[in-house]
Every structure is written in C-alpha cells, then in structure tokens.
C-alpha cells in the first residue's frame, strides 16, 4: 500500500519526446486508471513507474522516497501485461507459486499465499490444469494471481482485458474491481477504453500526446470535461459538436446560435466571450428528448437507425453538419429521411472556445 507522487516526469527516446512532463498523485489505495488514444504514453508513464525504463528527468516518490534508481524488484510492485506470459509447462499452481519459489520462500509460505489468491480469483477448482486447458478469463486470473501472491504495494496493470471477448471482459472489470475493494491496494490500470475507466477507476488520468488533459473522477469528467478532447473522449457514443455563434451577451446570459438557426440563451462565465465568437456547442447523444418536451430545440435529419428494443441510436444531421448521434430509450419508429425536432435541457450542454470549456453558472 502506497502513495505514489509523479513530479515533472519526462521521458525520451532518443529526440522523441514520449512523456512531456507529467504531474501526479496516487493516494494509498487509489484505483488509478490512465486513459488515451493508442499511442499516447500510457504503458510508457506505467513501465516508468515499474523501473522497466528509466525516467529522463523528474522524480517518482513512493512512500515519500525517491524511487528512480531502484530496481522494478525494490519498488514493491507488481504488474499484469495483456500477454499473460504464463509458463506453458506448469500448473496454474506452479505459475501462481513460481515468482515466490525463485525468491526463496518457505514452501508452506508459497502454499499458504497461493491458496488463498487462488480463493480470491476462483481458481481454487483448476490448479492442476496447464495454460493449454484453461481459457482467456481463467489465463489472465491466474497472471493477475501470481502478482497478488507477491503481496505488492502497488498493482500494475496494462490493458489486461484486451484479449478477452466483450462479455468476458464485463465479468473480469467486476472481479478486477472487488478485488480491489477486498485487497485495499493501489492500484494503476491502463486502458484505452473509456468504459473500463469509466467503471473501474476512483481517479481517471486523461493521456494525450505525453501530457495529461485532466484528472477527475469518472462523473467529474463526464460532467465537467476541460476541454473539447477530454468531452470527446469520456462518453460513448461520443459527445456531439457543433460550430455555434455568440449572438448576444447580456450580464451573465449568452445566446447562442445552432447551425440549424435555432437559438438558446445559457447563463455561464460571459466575460471569456464577445459578440460575434465561434464557439463549439457540445451535447451527449444520451441527452435528447424526442419531441418539445424540454425547453430548447433543435432540428434534426435521420439518415440512420438502429433499434434495440431497449434503446434506439439515431444518426444524421443538425442545420448541414453530419455525423450527429442521438440516443433515447425505449424503442423509437423513425424513417431515413425523417426531420424531427429534439429538445434538451441547458444543463446538459457544453460551450467550449479555442478548445477549452467554458463553465457555465
Ligand atoms: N522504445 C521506444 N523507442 C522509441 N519510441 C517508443 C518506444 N516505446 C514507445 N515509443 C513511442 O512512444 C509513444 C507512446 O507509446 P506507448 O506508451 O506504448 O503508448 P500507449 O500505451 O498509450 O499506446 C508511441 O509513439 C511509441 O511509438
Ligand atoms: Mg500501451
């Protein structure tokens, strides 16, 4: 168990600047998820928190102590890899078993911790079994068991999911996430899934290009996104954008214009805005209502459905701009071609300027 500090953390290869600086705090017993596009830095800032590279410049504290030099063995953590490089000539006993019997443990000792990961991963009825017999869920249990035996201060994990099919992985975020509750370790998990971050993390670390766009709880980003990169990322389908306009500011109240010339009016921090402005309008597809139910509209053209039963995605466009998504739920009858009007409430929606999001009051 342990709190983890990222000061200015940089790292390089060569002239390639993978990480430009990162800043961070991990509290004892945090679920920590880092979060980006393919490519971002996310296993590069895990595997320096791991010692598997060494940081460029900056300082990683565990526990208060500067860790850069010490050996991924010293630093009392332990990582779970997507690949889940297990030997394909033991049992899942002597898998889980192995990194204990190397480092010198009493066999009771090796036993004794086993047997009860084994438990906490229902493994318990297959330790006989090879890699071969098991299946992807089973497999990347017993990776995740031969990093609990080791009794870590810290868990790693990088994309551990991904091999797994949806339904499997549904079931191991929930096993990943009690085991969590019933450990009480830090934990840092890298995924480039929202979902996953959505659902397992107390902290999202939002990655892009090296740096860090936002750090927040799950609802804080989905609610309360800092910039036009972070509304599009957290949330799916994806939050729509719109070019809008700055038609009038009264006090506190900016009246916006849609491209499909409908207006509304929104009270948030006006002096970041003038007359004449392009900003970006932003709303989740999740926040329409059909029909004029709510107080501002807007008009849309169907040129796609899809109905679930419990819920209907509708695609197509708002005043010439596509790509425009709309989730309701429930079961809606609609035409390709059909021009309907949606309304939504102000609190649901977005104002960003040059990227950034303005807050609203
Ligand atoms: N050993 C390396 N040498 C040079 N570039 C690397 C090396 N490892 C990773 N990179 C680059 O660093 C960037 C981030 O990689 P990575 O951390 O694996 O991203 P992610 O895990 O977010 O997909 C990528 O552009 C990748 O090509
Ligand atoms: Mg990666």
Do not use: W
Request: hydrophobic fraction near 40%; glycine fraction near 8%; aromatic fraction near 6%.
């Amino acid at each position: 168990m342990a709190d983890i500090k990222l000061s200015k953390i940089v790292k390089n290869y060569g002239d390639t600047k993978v990480i430009k600086g990162v800043d961070l705090d991990i509290k004892q017993g945090e679920f920590v998820v880092f979060v980006g596009p393919s490519g971002c830095g996310k296993s590069t800032l895990l595997r320096l928190v791991a010692g598997l590279e060494e940081i460029t410049s900056g300082d990683l504290e565990i526990e208060n102590r500067v860790v850069n030099h010490l050996d991924p063995s010293e630093r009392g953590i332990a990582m779970v890899f997507q690949s889940y490089a297990l030997y394909p000539h033991m049992t899942v006993e002597e898998n889980m078993g192995f990194g204990m019997k190397m480092n010198g443990f009493p066999k009771d000792e090796i036993a004794s911790r086993v047997d009860r990961a084994a438990k906490a991963l229902q493994l318990d009825k297959l330790m006989e079994r090879k890699p071969k017999d098991l299946s992807g869920g089973q497999r990347q249990r017993v990776a995740i068991g031969r990093a609990i035996v080791r009794d870590p201060k810290v868990f790693l994990f990088d994309e551990p999911l991904s091999n797994l099919d949806a339904e499997l992985r549904v079931d191991m975020r929930l096993q990943i996430s009690n085991l969590h509750r019933e450990l009480d370790t830090t934990m840092i998990y890298v995924t480039h899934d929202q979902v996953e971050a959505m659902t397992l993390a107390d902290k999202i670390v939002v990655l892009r290009d090296g740096q860090v766009e936002q750090v927040g709880s799950p609802l804080e980003l989905y609610n309360y996104p800092a910039n036009e990169f972070v509304a599009g990322f957290i949330g799916s389908p994806k939050m729509n954008m719109l070019p809008a306009t700055v038609a009038t500011i009264e006090g506190n109240d900016v009246t916006i214009i849609l491209p499909d010339q409908q207006s509304f009016t929104l009270a948030c921090e006006a002096a970041r805005l003038s007359v004449g402005d392009k900003v970006t309008f932003g709303l989740r597809p999740e926040h329409h209502a059909a029909g004029t139910e709510l107080p501002n509209h807007l008009k849309f053209t169907t040129t796609d459905i899809e109905r679930l039963g419990n819920s209907t995605y509708l695609f197509g466009e708002v005043g010439g701009h596509h790509n425009y998504k709309i989730h309701v739920s429930g079961d809606m009858e609609a035409q390709r071609g059909d021009v309907m009007t949606f309304s939504f409430a102000l609190e649901n929606t977005h104002l960003f300027k040059d990227g950034l999001r303005i807050p609203s009051l």
